[in-house]
């Protein structure tokens, strides 16, 4: 049974849409706040957020850019708001769909479903395991291993970025390849994929992050040099 955080003001609506998927079989949870909506998330995992942009403290928008750093949940806008401005706002914000209301029962449990169908075959596409060098990623667990029996744990997207780059090893990876294998059709600006980059080379080689195997290539990209060891990631760097 997926389990259905709604995460809006109008409590009214918020449980006529309740009332809509709980007869359709859903588990649900209503939230009435943005800074509800990430702890619930947090601690409670989930399947689907129904969000409207529109919230007390903290927008609709916000909060949808603030799961995404930590998660790729499905996410639908549901609002009043329906011009196109607002539409691009919430699909750029990283949501996977944006319905106006008024809608009706069977368009709302519809579309969920093929959110739903969308993200569960993303998910089962991914590989248990990838490995590069020292180095060995569980895209599922979002956890790199080194040979010397150091972990890292990684964020959804920090995992995924670094998934793409290791499958690709010694190739070079165009930014736009991996803002829309991120992202999706709705890319975020390549400022953001750069900050995330440089947090995965804090995170993986803290003592020596200038010179990752993940080498910028300006212009162009990104290429993951494959070390035999950690101990060659200096001189990956030194080399380049």
């Not at 998330?41 to 603030?66: K, M, N, W, Y």
């Not at 699909?91 to 993200?119: H, N, Q």
């Amino acid at each position: 049974m997926p389990h259905v955080l709604i995460a809006e003001e109008n409590v009214i609506s918020a449980k006529l849409t309740a009332f809509i998927l709980t007869d359709a079989g859903y588990k649900v949870s209503i939230v009435t706040n943005g800074y509800s909506a990430i702890e619930t998330i947090a601690r409670d995992a989930p399947d689907l957020l129904l969000l409207d942009t529109h919230l007390p403290a903290l927008s609709g928008f916000d909060v949808c850019q603030e799961v995404r750093r930590t998660t790729y949940m499905p996410i639908i806008f549901l609002s009043s708001a329906g011009t196109l401005a607002d539409r691009v706002q919430g699909l750029s914000s990283g949501a996977d769909d944006y319905i106006v209301k008024p809608f009706s029962s069977s368009e709302l449990l519809a579309r969920i479903a093929a959110v739903l169908r969308r993200y569960d075959s993303v998910q089962k596409q991914q590989p248990s395991t990838l490995a590069r060098g020292p180095m060995l990623l569980d895209p599922v667990k979002r956890l790199v291993s080194f040979n010397n029996d150091r972990t890292v744990d990684l964020t959804p997207i920090e995992a995924q970025i670094l998934y793409i780059l290791m499958m690709y090893a010694g190739q070079v990876v165009s930014d736009r390849t991996l803002l829309q294998s991120v992202w999706g059709q709705n890319p975020k600006g390549r400022n953001l994929l750069t900050v995330y980059v440089y947090r995965l080379r804090m995170k993986l080689w803290p003592a020596h992050p200038e010179s990752a195997p993940i080498v910028t290539l300006r212009g162009q990209g990104y290429m993951f040099i494959e070390p035999a060891s950690e101990g060659q990631i200096r001189e990956v760097g030194e080399s380049r």
